[in-house]
Antibody, heavy 120, light 107 residues
Framework: QVHLVESGGGVVQPGRSLRLSCVTS????????MHWVRQAPGKGLEWVAL????????YYADSVKGRFTISRDTSKNTLLLQMTSLRAGDTAIYYC?????????????WGQGTLVTVSS | DIQMTQSPSALSASVGDRVTITCRAS??????LAWYQQKPGKAPKLLIY???SLDSGVPSRFSGSGSGTEFTLTITNLQPDDFATYYC?????????FGQGTSLEIK
């Protein structure tokens, strides 16, 4: 079955970088659009970024554009999020999610999340 | 970006009740809307996609309707397991957005 496991979270100082990983299994990564979604403590969901199923297109929320990069390593079945110039406002649980179907925009499968804390 | 506004922000109801949550988009999103349920400490779970299609395994007491800019999630015969936070999500544009959430609490 579909399985998504995030890792790479932790405590990082403002201005520093961090890379999150999402190891996938149970499906072919190159066949589905993948997303990163975050949730600040006690707050709602915020979409962060997506990479299209063919890997050719990446889109970002305005709040992270120019600082975050979404990518994937299909040989390792892994989705990545490179985060630079981190700010306190980036503190959140980061979830990776898979589109329900190849052509669907809804997120049918989610990982358990990894916590990123940006603090000095 | 398309703004999604949910109402109410919080709702109290009893087991067996029928509740409705509304989501309004700042511009037309056709039927490109999903609803998610989230419980404390857990990842969101997809309930409904394309405004009214029930995801696999989701109980039939959940239903969604609407198109354009106004959408509703209805839960009939509320069960104890349904008390959670619900989010709408538009995927009409490449910049996706969520509503702010509706917390459904036990009365």
């Amino acid at each position: 079955q579909v399985h998504l496991v995030e890792s790479g979270g932790g405590v990082v100082q403002p201005g520093r970088s961090l890379r999150l990983s999402c190891v996938t299994s149970g499906f072919t990564l190159s066949s589905y659009t993948m997303h990163w979604v975050r949730q600040a403590p006690g707050k709602g969901l915020e979409w962060v970024a997506l990479i299209s199923f063919d890997g050719n297109n990446q889109y970002y929320a305005d709040s992270v554009k120019g600082r975050f990069t979404i990518s994937r390593d299909t040989s390792k079945n892994t989705l990545l999020l490179q985060m630079t110039s981190l700010r306190a406002g980036d503190t959140a649980i980061y979830y990776c999610a898979r589109s329900l179907t190849r052509s669907s925009g809804s997120m049918g499968f989610w990982g358990q999340g990894t916590l990123v804390t940006v603090s000095s | 970006d398309i703004q999604m506004t949910q109402s109410p922000s919080a709702l109290s109801a009893s087991v067996g009740d029928r509740v409705t949550i509304t989501c309004r988009a700042s511009q037309s999103i056709n039927s490109w809307l999903a609803w998610y349920q989230q419980k404390p400490g857990k990842a969101p779970k997809l309930l409904i996609y394309k405004a009214s299609s029930l995801d696999s395994g989701v109980p039939s007491r959940f239903s969604g309707s609407g198109s354009g800019t106004e959408f509703t999630l209805t839960i009939t015969n509320l069960q104890p397991d349904d008390f959670a936070t619900y989010y709408c999500h538009q995927y009409s544009t490449y910049s996706r957005t969520f509503g702010q959430g509706t917390s459904l609490e036990i009365k």
